[in-house]
């Protein structure tokens, strides 16, 4: 390749940079050009970078999917090219499109890959790119990483003697005024004026002004706040930025109404609502709706403050549908081998630049997910190592759920309705494997109990009959036994054998409590001349357990497993597109019937995925044989437990039955015989 053709392409592309929203048609022709002269020389490079500036273009006119797709064209080439600054300006793009079309997860977790690569190339892009993922933090309200970023960026420019240092204290402001943090807001602003004094960036006056008097309004400065919104209206509309000029003006009339002075108020919406229906802002419009409706309320108008309020929630529920699609979209348009390959790129060269020795904070959000499955694996594993007996429990119950939500989303039958998305997936994967975390805080006298009474129990009772035994035959021979003691006498080797098969049973019978009681009215005099029970009230409690092996108050403490489960899950950060594990995993022991725990749902509040979760942690309880000295129930004996609870309104029938249907049952099959 010819420098002369590199250079000439090279200038095509800037001239087509310097014109995309200025003078497109004229920018268009030069790209068409550089496209053009790439391919004859098959420059790939000049290939690449005229794909994405093509991103660009369509950006321009509003095509936002069609620009994701041109930068995602133009990362695959980038990549393989090695460009490294190519590929940090394609995730720069494209982090930037989600941003407008507030996906703000995808949005970060490019721009994060961008900056993986960026900072040896371009300080003032570098700048730009941490001030964006300082913003999107916000967006996300992740405040904490927010402002680390703004203070990062802040030191980088500073050791830089970079000069724009209002940008990133603008974006502190921000953050400050949003968590209610007003003084530090007020603070931020007015170092950001200080850096602008000479600047002559209107805007950003304007923005800091902004903050200063939202500020103001925050503390209740509300004469201070009025001549700060009245400074930066002005700067905004010399701007021409009508955004903010609505917000200040509905901003305004807040104030106004707050010192009951009705007319202002009035006529700062009345602006607020012609600058908003002017640019067409439906958002606007329907925030100047809810301020029309707080005046009216304080004139007492209700029927006008309920009118407007009407007016206002319509528009936000579309703009809100309207947003899903969008996600929905977003979504569809994400690419996850691509994805794949990009952080593989991403790692390989994470290693070689030194100064990325990661926080957390620094990791992109691929990794942090890698990371998540690593944590949660590890954490499954303490579960399973606590009460080996269940062991692999979780990971089982894992698997049967994914299967079951793979083949629903394939069934065309009974179950259109249900589709589940990647995140569902992935959420139900943490749900399932985490489900039972909340047994970490079970004492291990009940989480461990798998008799009714515990071995060292059951040893105490054999030596108490021996004794018991003794002391008879002594007294027999010494001064003979009363009827009764005859009787017990008797029968003491098959009351033990009796008291001994009870401990293990699954289920008893009225009969076998009834003898149980009887063997408890049994006494004697031991040599000493005190009474002995066979049974005392804590052994008859515990064994008359007709079901399981927790008498009433262990069942309570272990129950709160359940609730354990969510109060673990819920410390944890999930990500937004995931955040229903805790809710998820701490409800498979709800029944639709509402007789579940910890929360008692019923119904609709119980989701599929729950319903799902619930279902196959009780089949697996079932056939696994997790007690030594208790035989597994088969496949065909667990379903049908599962079939008869459905039948009683405990479980969700339906997907019981396809559960059996599709032979998900047997996923573990080879498994389960295996460890029996
Ligand atoms: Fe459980
Ligand atoms: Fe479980």
Known sequence: MSDKIVQEVERLLEEARLRVYKDSETGLGFLDKAFELSKTHDYKKGIAWSTMRYGSYDLAVGFRYKAIEKYKNSLKLMLELKDYQGVSRCHYSIGTVYALLSEFDLALAHLMKAKVLSKNYDPTYYMKLINNIASLYLELNQYENAINMSHYIIDYMKKNNYERLYLPYVILGDIYLKMGKYKEALFSAEKALTYLEEKEDISYAGKCNLIIAGAYKGLEYYDEALIVYNRALKLHESSGDYQNSSQINRSLAEIYLKKKEIDYAFRHCQTAMTLSLKHRSEDAESKVYFMYSKIYESLENYQKAYDYYKKGSEIQSKLYSERLVNKYKAVKTEDIELEDLELEETLSLDRTLSEL???????????????????????????????????????????????????????????????????????MYYAALLHDIGKLAIKESILLKHQRLTPDRIEALQHKFVYIKSCLKVRLESQGLNDDEVDILASLDESLDFIKSVNSKQYLDDFTINRLNEIHKMEMIDCDGFGVKLLDIFELQHLSVRRGNLIESEWIDMKEHARKTKEFLENIPWLKSIKNVPLIASSHHEKLDGSGYPFGLSGDSISAQMRILSIVDIFEALTASDRPYKAPMTIDQAVYTLKSEAEDGKLDIKLVNFFESKGICYLCKEEIESKS
């Open 357 to 427: 020795k990661t926080t957390y904070l620094d990791l992109s959000l691929s990794e942090k997910s890698e990371l998540t499955d690593a944590f949660v694996e590890a954490i499954v594993d303490t579960i399973d190592m606590r009460d080996t007996t269940t062991s692999g429990h979780s990971k089982r119950i894992a698997k049967y759920s994914l299967e079951m939500m793979r083949q629903l989303n394939m069934d065309k039958e009974h179950f259109k309705d249900i589709r589940f998305t990647d995140s569902e997936m992935k959420e």
